[in-house]
């Protein structure tokens, strides 16, 4: 069955570090992959998405992620947070025309300063 | 551009009574929308789309139904709420092609009581 994992429910990060959140995904097919991000009280907003080419996508905010076919993960990186960068991201996974959004777990990210 | 808007913003009610819930999308025609039920702290989960006026399709149902009465509005209702339909209530649309990004409405928070 399909499906997206996040490992992480919770990271905490320095302001000026760097950030790795994990998403892995179970899909047979081309999979189609979104990272968003969710403040507090707010809806879903698209930091960046994969449909195929540079496994590298780049999306707002300096965020950026890795697609890798072989270990069927798409991971979100950030080279420096900060504090408001402090949020919810889930990583999602199209499937069937873009009918069906799959989302993960979530991972809260808090930036101490 | 593109704007969503949800209403209402929050809603407080009663366990057993009715419930109906709007979005509304300008800017755009003939969009995919979608409602998805989030509860607390928890990931997101597709409850409903629809490609076109007065056709949707239940994903998970949760004793609820929805409608598209019109073009650019998509309502999700019930008749009798139950304690676990609190959360908060996102809809989103997406372009009616392939697998496009869908993007998300500010939401709509409901506590049951």
Not at chain 2, 35 to 47: E, H, R, V
Not at chain 2, 55 to 71: G, H, I, M, T
Not at chain 2, 75 to 99: D, P, Q, V
Request: hydrophobic share 35%.
């Amino acid at each position: 069955a399909q499906s997206v994992t996040q490992p992480d429910a919770r990271v905490t990060v320095s302001e000026g570090a760097s950030l790795q959140l994990r998403c892995k995904y179970s899909y047979s097919a081309t999979p189609y992959l979104f990272w968003y991000v969710q403040y507090p009280r707010q809806g879903l907003q698209l930091l960046l998405k994969y449909y195929s080419g540079d496994p590298v996508v780049q999306g707002v905010n300096s965020f950026e992620a890795e697609f890798s076919k072989s270990n069927s993960s798409f991971h979100l990186q950030k080279a420096s947070v900060h504090w408001s960068d402090s949020a919810v991201y889930f990583c999602a996974l199209s499937m069937e025309g873009g009918r069906a959004l799959i989302f993960g777990t979530g991972t809260t990210v808090s930036v101490s300063p | 551009a593109q704007t969503i808007h949800q209403w209402p913003v929050a809603e407080i009610k009663a366990v057993g009574s009715p419930l109906s819930l709007g979005c509304t999308i300008k800017g755009k025609s003939s969009p995919n929308l979608y409602w998805y039920w989030q509860a607390t702290g928890g990931t997101l989960q597709q409850l409903f789309y629809s490609i076109t006026v007065g056709q949707v399709e239940s994903v998970v149902q949760l004793n609820l139904s929805a409608s598209r009465p019109k073009d650019d509005q998509f309502i999700l209702s019930t008749e009798k709420l139950l304690l676990s339909h609190s959360g908060f209530y996102l809809c989103a649309w997406s372009l009616g092609t392939g697998n496009a990004e869908q993007f998300f409405g500010p939401g709509t928070r409901l506590t049951v009581l």
